[in-house]
């Protein structure tokens, strides 16, 4: 991405917004350290996995097409590493794949708070509230776990980042609603449904091989006696 588009990226968002990106990154981050959960990062194994994982998604990023400035469409993955990983490590490895983006002239460090609460922070809130939801309500099962985190929970992570850009783009000036909801929001749905297939496709395949790479697994829990 060159100067000029960084520019125009840039520019397609209020000061103001870009402002309180950055306060509820920092919020974020220092709740974080609160929490203590990066101090699982010490483990080699763990932090091996968070780092292939985090370099994996990084990739999958590059893969991407979009009709205008600031309107892209991806694969995301963010339900896949809460599953991993929880909500906390999740968003630090959507964030270090921001901030390489921006580092490497594809993303914008200006803009790089704010694309992490549309993009990394909201679908890592709505796949995490769902697979706690889940976890209250439905019976432990293997396959209650696989479909409803994997499947549904990738869907409505991206479909929150659909709907939520929309509404900030259309509140930012950026773009008229009309024009959105016209040229960008339906096509969030069949991101929608892509991502829900790659997700419960991953989840699986790591629930099956690799079940010690999903922090929110649990092979008692899921399998044994059912």
Not at 28 to 50: A, I, M, P, T
């Amino acid at each position: 991405m060159n100067s000029t588009v960084l520019a125009l990226t840039e520019s397609l968002w209020p000061e103001s917004f870009r402002l309180l990106g950055w306060l509820g990154l920092l919020f974020l981050g220092w709740r974080w350290w609160q929490s203590g959960d990066w101090r699982k990062l010490g483990d080699s194994s763990r932090l091996n996995v968070f780092l292939a994982a985090t370099v994996a998604l990084l990739v999958l990023w590059q893969i991407k097409t979009g009709i205008r400035t600031g309107l892209s469409f991806h694969l995301y993955g963010i339900a896949v590493l809460t599953m991993m990983f929880g909500f906390w490590r999740a968003c630090f490895a959507g964030v270090l794949i921001l901030l390489a983006n921006a580092l490497f002239g594809r993303g914008s460090l200006a803009t790089l708070g704010l694309d992490a609460m549309l993009v990394v922070v909201l679908p890592a809130v709505v796949s995490w509230g769902f697979y706690l939801l889940l976890d209250r309500k439905l019976p432990n099962h293997f396959f209650i776990y696989v479909i409803g985190n994997g499947f549904f929970g990738g869907a409505l992570s991206v479909t929150a980042i659909g709907l939520a850009t929309t509404a900030a783009m259309a509140l930012a000036g950026a773009y008229q609603l009309d024009y959105l909801l016209e040229h960008y929001t339906p096509y969030t749905v069949l991101i929608a449904w892509a991502e829900a297939f790659s997700t419960g496709m991953a989840v699986t395949v790591m629930a099956v091989y690799r079940p010690q790479w999903l922090e929110t697994f649990d092979d008692v829990r899921y399998i044994q006696n059912k």
